[in-house]
């Protein structure tokens, strides 16, 4: 690891070692000033726009952190590439047929951002996807008019069927995707009741396997879709009910986050198979829809590893057209029009979650003490391993650090020691270990023990963020984000540190970092300034993460606020969304503010009552539970002085936190 020092970092360096050229996707990046900022998606010679400017403003208008940034353009954009990327392909193969993408609902509910799809997205047909029927009820009163497909997934009931047939009737090209052979008997059975002839897909289980994180969702055993006799018996049905000319598309979904290209074109060629074979059966067809599973490239390694993809959005609409169009020109058959389902793709860009460093605790030695008179031996042992640390004897000085430190702790326990000589212990300890590190940092080959001692010395940066809340899938599948300083990216970074959030729950923490060699355990960060916040900010979180989060500790849901920017990238503040307050996440544990408020006044009347407190701090008492109620969930600092503690707290926190070694 031959990162750039002091003297040779810059801005270049830092973007090089937060690897945000690659995951940026031409839609973040580090200005001269050191700052994260916007690419502006409307006008690329305009001045992009810095995260600190949008974190001044959330400032003024007293919206405190931790922030979700929804930054409107992105989500157009992404829109706009997606169509017109499909638009490009399909020209440039003169493919016959059309292309007409779907946003699956699932991935973001937000209706801001079901709104904002919605809005671009009619210019380019892009429709809906829904597998329930809240969600159902969401797309169709949010789609504009125009030529955009709905698409129902899911296991539908008579209601969900009818509201489907009834959005046929307003014009909506909608169509209900069997998923289960349950299904039919019921959309014939209300068509013909209704009078109105539905759109039919037919969902197949693909058996391609696709690589990756998230691939449970195709092969045999998928819960999804209907086998192959399933999907005759279907044909069988609608043939003998005249209905074979509603069945207008096949429906497949490879799996979400598929990294490998080689994957997609064998799921598309599948499913090729079998909308020609559907064809062939007699059925009307005309639509393929391939689902999700457009990738987001997290680490921007372009690899096929699972979070990440090995090709672009342009190779993905390419080789997507071209096996469509290879497989069924066999076939002598028209060229159906072409849906996607890509969710993540789609919104994963759009979104920033923004916190602030709330404390840090240090794994360094307090200044070492002289040798007090008739010091213990395994104390006097403890300081003579410097005399003999040299890089040829590294590791024996290093199980020795650990034999006399564990030592002392037995003697502890058994009563035989104080907790003074305990402390001056743990403290020589610590001294001998971070000796180490910087000989170790001289050293070639580093013995294997000693790989991970960098990692296991590193800071802890307690983030005012509930990974529960905001980064669910970091906490559940172990999905990497891009997370990196906001500012000061022109200074050379000179702490290693992981994070934690402020859950208090060991598992509230993100020790996998993306960085310019792969994946690391510690995010170089810089030492504090006091009296200035230190922000950071997690990367790409815009799909899936908002309505999987949990009131983990109760910590609720974030300010959350979308920004927009305009052509010469000023920008405006269109929506916000205050963050829930903690009468809010009380409320939804079922406890009444009303009742609370009362049961706290009738204790703090008892103790007026007995003399413990006067009437006045009976007043002070319950406005500052009063307050409380209205306040906000996370970490709030307009009282505090910054940082004037940060590291004294931090050495009472290193024996709380992860155990040394
Ligand atoms: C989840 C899902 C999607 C979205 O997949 P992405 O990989 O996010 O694009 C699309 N279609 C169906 C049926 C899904 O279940």
């Excluded at 830092?14 to 945000?20: E, H, N, P, V």
């Excluded at 019921?186 to 969902?203: D, Q």
């Excluded at 391993?385 to 199980?399: F, G, S």
């Excluded at 505090?640 to 070694?661: D, F, I, K, N, W």
Aim: charged share 25%.
């Amino acid at each position: 690891m031959t990162a750039a020092q002091y003297g040779d970092w810059n801005v270049l360096a830092a973007k090089a070692r937060y690897g945000i050229n690659g995951w940026g996707n031409g839609y973040f990046d580090v200005n001269e000033r050191g700052e994260v900022v916007v690419l502006n998606p409307l006008n690329k010679a305009a001045p992009p726009l810095s995260l600190l400017d949008v974190i001044g403003g959330l400032r003024d208008r007293e919206l405190q952190m931790p922030v979700l940034l929804r930054i409107e353009n992105i989500i157009d954009q992404s829109i706009r590439q997606l169509n017109e990327s499909f638009r490009a392909a399909i020209g440039r193969a003169e493919y016959r047929g059309g292309y007409q993408g779907v946003f699956p609902i699932k991935v973001n509910q937000q209706a801001q951002i079901v709104e904002e799809v919605a809005q671009f997205g009619a210019q380019y047909g892009h429709g809906f996807e829904v597998g329930s029927k809240p969600e159902m009820i969401a797309a169709l009163s949010s789609m504009a008019q125009g030529e955009g497909l709905l698409i129902c997934n899911g296991y539908k009931d008579q209601e969900f069927i009818d509201l489907s047939l009834q959005a046929v009737k307003l014009g909506i090209r909608c169509f209900l995707v069997i998923e289960s052979p349950a299904e039919l008997p019921i959309i014939i059975e209300r068509s013909k009741a209704l009078g109105i002839a539905p759109f039919i897909g037919i969902r197949a289980k693909v058996i391609s396997t696709i690589g990756g994180y998230w691939n449970a969702t195709s092969g045999d055993r998928s819960v999804f879709g209907l086998s192959a006799s399933q999907i005759i018996q279907v044909v069988d049905t609608l043939r003998a009910n005249k209905m074979l000319d509603c069945l207008q598309m096949l429906h497949c979904h490879l799996g979400s986050q598929i990294p490998n290209i080689r994957d997609v074109r064998g799921g598309v060629s599948e499913a090729c198979r079998y909308y020609a074979d559907l064809c062939r059966e007699g059925a009307a067809m005309g639509y393929i829809d391939l689902g999700g599973g457009l990738a987001v490239d997290y680490t921007g390694a372009h690899s096929q590893d699972g979070q990440s993809r090995n090709y672009s959005l342009q190779e993905y609409c390419e080789d997507v057209v071209d096996t469509i169009m290879a497989t069924l020109d066999g076939y002598g058959l028209d060229h159906p029009t072409i849906v996607t389902e890509s969710g993540r793709a789609t919104v994963a860009y759009s979104s920033v979650l923004l916190f602030n460093v709330v404390d840090v605790a240090r794994f360094e030695a307090l200044p070492i003490a002289a040798p007090a008179e008739g010091e213990h031996e395994l104390i006097r042992n403890m300081r003579d391993i410097q005399d003999y640390l040299q890089p040829k004897r590294v590791q024996e000085c290093y199980n020795d650090a650990h034999f006399y430190r564990d030592e002392v702790r037995e003697l502890f326990k058994r009563g035989q020691i104080g907790l003074r000589m305990r402390a001056v212990a743990e403290n020589l300890f610590l001294e001998v270990l971070s000796q180490i590190k910087e000989v170790l940092a001289g050293m070639e080959q580093v013995p294997s023990d000693l790989e991970n001692l960098e990692a296991s010395l590193a800071d802890i940066y307690y983030g005012n963020f509930s990974l529960f809340q905001s980064l669910p899938d970091s906490w559940a599948i172990d999905q990497l984000f891009p997370v990196m300083p906001v500012q000061r990216l022109d200074e050379y970074p000179d702490r290693r540190t992981v994070l934690a959030d402020i859950t208090c729950d060991c598992d509230g923490k993100i020790d996998r970092f993306v960085s310019d060699h792969g994946f690391e355990s510690t995010l170089p960060v810089h030492s504090l300034n006091s009296g200035e916040e230190y922000y950071l900010g997690v990367f790409l979180v815009g799909a899936y993460q908002e309505t999987l989060g949990d009131l983990h500790n109760l910590f609720g849901d974030t300010n959350v606020v979308s920004i927009r920017l305009n052509e010469d990238s000023s920008f405006e503040f269109v929506k916000e969304i205050q963050g829930d307050t903690i009468a809010d996440v009380l409320g939804y544990v079922e406890y009444q503010t009303w009742d609370l408020k009362l049961r706290y006044r009738n204790r703090v009347e008892a103790a007026v009552k007995s003399g413990r407190i006067s009437a006045r701090e009976r007043q002070e008492m319950l406005n500052t539970f009063d307050a409380s109620l209205r306040g906000y969930t996370y970490y709030e600092k307009e009282h505090q002085s910054l940082l004037s503690s940060a590291t004294a707290v931090a050495e009472g926190r290193a024996e709380a936190a992860p155990v040394l070694l």
